[in-house]
Every structure is written in structure tokens, then in C-alpha cells.
């Protein structure tokens, strides 16, 4: 192969891997500024709303019912949600005929009463919006046992 070829073939490889690293960049910022949006809705104590931000996949494999009342219990034992930090973030970009991206994202989120690591995955298809597709709560210490909606325990 000539020096001409390779660094032509190089040239693009290198291309390549620049696109793909901003296309990495910009499904992390939307993924974050939709998990924001979330975080809103869920510190409005309006955990219906919250559910819109999932996808009839997580849905699939979680009643809507026993999500609300999942998100309803951790407000009622934590109490209100003070404040989430960023903590990791990890994008997959698919190509083909399913092609789009997967964020996952691990906050760690304070409530009154408790903290949490919450770990979203949130797909975004191409041509499709964000959704939550997998959502795992981990009780950081001790998880109240009773409290009031306040968050103070009883």
C-alpha cells in the first residue's frame, strides 16, 4: 500500500472518530438536560408527570401502577428531593437498522431523609425523543422507615 493510501485511509479514520466523540458529547448534554427536566417534575412532588418521561419498554417490564407507587413510596420515606449531582456518564451510539443512542447516567440525589444513587439509561432512537428505559434506586445508609411528607421521620 502506498504512504499516499494509508494516510488517506487515516485521514478519514481519524474524521471518523472526531464525529462519533461529538456525537458522544451531544447525546450526554441532551440526556442530562432531559434528566433535568425529570428531576424537575419529580422535585414539584409530581410523580405523574414523572411518568411521561418513560418508555412504554420500561413500562413493559414495570407496571405504570407499581412505578407511581414505587416513586410515591420513596417520597413519602425520603421526603423531598433537595438536590442530584452527576456522578458518571456512559454513551453507546448504535448504527444500523436500530440505530440511535443510550445514556446512562448515575446521579446521586438527596431527599430530606435519605440519599440515593439513581441510575437512569435513557435511549434516544434516531429521529426519536429521549425516554427512560431502565431506572435502578439504591438506597445510599438507611432508608427511614416511616416518615411524614415532610421527610421528618416519625
Not at 54 to 77: C, I, N
Not at 86 to 105: H, Y
Not at 117 to 123: I, K
Request: include cysteine; charge should be neutral.
Amino acid at each position: 500500500m502506498s504512504p499516499g493510501r494509508t494516510f488517506g485511509i487515516l485521514a478519514v479514520a481519524m474524521a471518523m472518530l472526531a464525529a462519533s466523540a461529538c456525537d458522544f458529547s451531544e447525546s450526554r448534554q441532551d440526556a442530562e438536560a432531559f434528566a433535568e427536566r425529570y428531576f424537575a417534575a419529580r422535585s414539584a412532588d409530581d410523580a405523574s408527570g414523572a411518568l411521561a418521561f418513560y418508555s412504554p419498554k420500561f413500562f413493559a417490564g414495570t407496571p405504570r401502577d407499581q412505578w407511581l407507587a414505587t416513586l410515591q413510596g420513596v417520597r413519602e420515606r425520603c421526603g423531598t428531593l433537595r438536590s442530584h449531582a452527576l456522578k458518571n456518564w456512559m454513551v453507546t451510539n448504535q448504527v444500523g437498522t436500530q440505530s440511535g443512542s443510550t445514556t446512562t447516567l448515575i446521579y446521586d440525589v438527596n431527599y430530606t431523609s435519605c440519599r440515593l444513587t439513581e441510575t437512569m439509561v435513557v435511549s434516544r432512537p434516531d429521529g426519536g425523543e429521549d425516554k427512560i428505559i431502565r431506572h435502578v434506586l439504591k438506597v445510599e445508609g438507611q432508608m427511614p422507615q416511616n416518615s411524614n411528607p415532610a421527610g421528618t421521620t416519625v
